[in-house]
């Protein structure tokens, strides 16, 4: 790839870059060294050095198969439920050790919430599926602490006014991107400090990606952000931070900016601007 | 009864233990649930387990424990010239009449005075053991709330130590099944290794003939009868094979007719009947058969000559063929379905038509499954027990004629074995060695017929 | 069959065609055709035939046994056998007394001249059920004030006289081929003309246990026994099987050991009822020496053979439950096992208890094991608890059919009827359980 000039025709960097403040102030929320996952014998992730900032959405980006999801879900060790997955390498969260076997990993999942690709709201109600989180961590204490937590939680996910008449109805006869912010607002609800979200729209219409974008760019006050995307346009727009994934190795992360408009490694280049993947 | 209460009691125990341990929990966290590792509802069934595990444990164990000590001590006070030169199985004898006139029925020896002695020793020694139990039990019981209650702090994992124990108890649940297997052989083994050092292995397997019943006296010496199983076995065959006549043809018709001709609101209403031919208890077969089918038989053959015995081996082997035909067509059915289209569609294409399809290419393509298919049923009709009680015969007799009365493997099992029975005469025990042989023969045509049937199914998934 | 190269000999240009007439041998071949369809057809019709057969059979044999004909007797409560010491009336003389005796009179008094010859006068007083002294004691004693007076008591007729009001046994036969004599069907018209005779509904066969007698045997001791034993059997296999389905299916890792455990789930479900049986009687009446006939050993024994049943139905349950439900929960951090009790298995709890059902139904129509372990056993008294002398529905069958009475018959197809019909509810129950609940994701 002998072509250096980067052309980024359809993707506008929209995402508000941190500033030169926020840069310095920066806080790493989980710090990964050196992870590798193994499924069986395949080695799915290799040497994946990459830091999560505090109150940032990093975004994952490349080709399908490359260890996106695969990394994302190391964060919630949610990997653990895979018989044949090993995962060795250190991941830190606010830096104690994830990994650490006195860690119970029930507590981790509890700060390090997740969103699915497919929304997957529990055959309930509406409000069972939002008060389930808080009911099993204890965070509510009696009924109108959780109708609180409920209608507070709904409210961050911009999905109150649609479905506050109808909370007793269940969650699977919402429409699929009410279904998807249901669904974030079932992890909201539990008061996470990370929330990982796996290709959050794949399955939604523009609209309803458009009131997701908007969401995650809010909770990014909040909470600290990871997503998983196949869209250039949608880590532009949402994410400060990129990292590119290819084959198993993480090529290249950095300002989503940077990334975006003058990509070091070929690869990156050569995936942003739709050459593979 | 009494033990059901105190399990109930136990029960509630630990239900006011659950509670102690979750206001406990609560208690320690400072009333602040928030702070506890975790929900205190499992600081409660920590409490909870803890009272009821170990005390429902020694129970158990007392139960099985103590019947034995008591006997031992009761037969002990007996007079010395009581239990003197007897034989296990007049000790055993003794024992329950004893036992008989402790729980206050009837009894033989209901007038004499040591039994009535030992009675009523029985009876008091029953007594103290009870109560012993129940401060024993409930003694653990509260050892295990002060236990728990101790522990509980709120950095303790509650609900990591409860879900272990769940995790534990659902692994033995899970091997109840293996217990299952390893009970039916080690029971079946041990008693036909005992029925095989009075009969010889090779008499029982390959003797012409079976007549366990001709023992008079039980004290007689060589009294034993015959024990050659060669009759049973051929009396098998010959009802299964005239089963399998009946069942494979149409169960495998019917199959077809399903999978390929029929439309859904014929199979709609065909499936539920074949459903409800397999959900018929045996035992209403066997009725059937003696009843209806085999005065039908033997009236047939008298009017075209033939003398057709009231228990042929016709009778009962059509009835089991009956039985089956919904075993057959189901398990053929799902195998046929599981055909792809593309090998059909395959021939159509060159111009076959629908019966030719079948033949050429559904039936060849499903045959490993259609023998699995074959070999459960077999195997079905080997072991197959009610029909042939009621309606075969009970002489051994060694012949293929199917209008005559054979008996099977498991008529005779059953015969031996209801009524009375001594388990140190060959009688009893040849039934045991009879089960081993049936319980063998199906074991082996069923993991060959899953095997074949698992390896066709993985070559069309 | 496309046919695309054609012989270029022929006048036209074009290629020639092959004419689409049908010939003889393409005839033969959708005679076959049809032929195997009818096959096919007339197989599942003969399954269809069948079941009518059987069911038929069973109905016409059974419906008559709901009722049974009564005749009204005579009967003089008299002084000197109920009080024959004068003065206020004793309970326990009224116990002691000979009832038998005032129920003879009766037959006595309808017909003098049959009390001559000893045999036919035996034949006389079985006319009435044996137990009718007994009915007359408890009349008597609910009702002291009855003793002196005279009173039309209605009474059971025995078993081969109901028979042949039943219009069973012909009369036209002689007399030596049928089973009751010329007399008793002479006293049988006379009763008939004065219109004594009369039929009422079986209640007893609802409400009593065995009886040696057909007229006073029921199914109530039997239906107890059944429900007692299927008790034991759902609360062994039950939470076994649902838990080992769980297990099995949720937390059990992928090795050498499970496979063992699945292989021999499914080998169990096809060990012959029979050898449950022994085992039953080789390890719980023998080595740990549970009480003969009672069903707790029964329950246990069907329990350990409904057991595959209901592990392989919950597996099947629990596996149709999709994945992204439980990855929903363990991401808001649930423990796996609170994923287990909190959502995967309240959805699959139809489909578990459809398996369960069907199970329990094949538990209660069990004959074979059952009598191994002595459950076969000749029971009057309704079993009061689980470890009671008892049998079950289908045993009593069993018994039944082997009874040479010819109302035994009836008794036998009338208590299959009812086990039948408890079959068909309970499927009835599965099926709608599984519409009902039938789930697509
Ligand atoms: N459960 C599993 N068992 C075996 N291999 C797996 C498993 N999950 C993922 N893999 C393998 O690991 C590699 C990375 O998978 P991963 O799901 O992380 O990719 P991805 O980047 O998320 O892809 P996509 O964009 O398609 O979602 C792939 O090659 C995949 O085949
Ligand atoms: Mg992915």
Known sequence: MTNTSVTTPDVDVAAKPPSVEQLANRYTKIESRDVNVYYGEKHALKHVDLDVYQNEVTALIGPSGCGKSTFLRCLNRMNDVIDICRVTGRIALDEHDIYDPSLDVVQLRARVGMVFQKPNPFPKSIYDNISYGPRIHGLAHGKAELDEIVQKSLERAGLWKEVSDRLDQPGTGLSGGQQQRLCIARAIAVNPEVILMDEPCSALDPIATARIEELIDELRENFTIVIVTHSMQQAARVSQRTAFFHLGDLVEVGETEAIFTNPEDSRTQGYITGRFG | MQTFIVVLAL???????????????VMTAGGVPKDLHSLPSYYGSYTALWIGLPSLILLAVWMIVQPQIIDGLVMGGLPSDMTAGLSDSQFGLLLNDIRNVATGNISSRGDDPAVAAAATQLSSLRHTGFILMVVAVFGVGAGGLAFARNRISP???????????????????????????????????????????????????????????????????????????????VGTLLITFIAMVVAAPIGLMSAIYMAEYADPRFRAFAKPMLEVLAGIPTVVYGFFAALTVAPFFRGAGESIGLDVSSESALAAGVVMGIMIIPFVSSLSDDVINAVPQSLRDGSYGLGATKSETIRSVVVPAALPGIVGALLLAISRAIGETMIVVMAAGLAANLTINPLEAVTTVTVQIVTLLVGDQEFDSAKTLSAFALGLVLFFITLALNVIALGVVRKYREKYD | MTDTTSSPQGESAGPARRPLTISPHLAKRYARERLFRTLGLASVATAGLILLVLVGSIVSKGYSAFWLHHVDLTIEFSVDELNPDGGPIEMETLQKANYLGLVRDALKREFPDAASDRRERRKLYGLVSPNADIMLRNMVLNDPSLVGTTQTVSFKMSD?????AKGFIDRD????????TDAEIKWHDHFEAEGRVHVAFNIDFFTKGDSREPEEAGIYGALIGSILTLTVTLLVSFPVGVMAAVYLEEFAPKNRFTDLIEVNINNLAAVPSIVFGLLGLAVFLNFFGLPRSAPLAGGLVLALMTLPTIIIASRSALKAVPPSIREAALGLGASPLQVVTHHVLPLAMPGILTGTIIGMAQALGETAPLLMIGMVAFIVDVPQGFTDPATVLPVQVYIWADS??????????????????????????????????????
């Open chain 3, 404 to 441: 040479p009475e010819r109302a035994f018959v009836e008794k036998t197809s009338a208590a299959i009827m009812v086990l039948l019909g408890f079959l068909v509810l309970m499927n009835a129950i599965a099926v709608l359980l599984r519409k009902r609940f039938e789930r697509r994701w």
């Open chain 2, 11 to 25: 029960i509630g125990f630990a239900a006011i233990g659950y509670t102690m341990g979750r206001a406990r929990a």
């Open chain 3, 160 to 164: 081969d006289m109901d028979t042949f």
């Open chain 2, 155 to 233: 950095t303790l994992r509650a609900r990591n130590t409860v879900e272990k124990v769940i995790n534990v108890i659902l692994i033995i649940s899970s091997l109840i099944a293996i217990l299952t297997t390893v009970g039916i052989v080690l029971s079946l083994l041990f008693e036909s290794f005992v029925f095989f050092t009075k009969v010889p292995f090779y008499e029982f397997l390959f003797g012409l003939n079976w007549s366990p019943q001709t023992a008079l006296r039980a004290d007689q010496v060589g009294s034993s009868g015959a024990f050659g199983a060669i009759p049973l076995f």
């Open chain 3, 173 to 180: 036969l002689p007399e030596s081929d049928r089973r009751v």
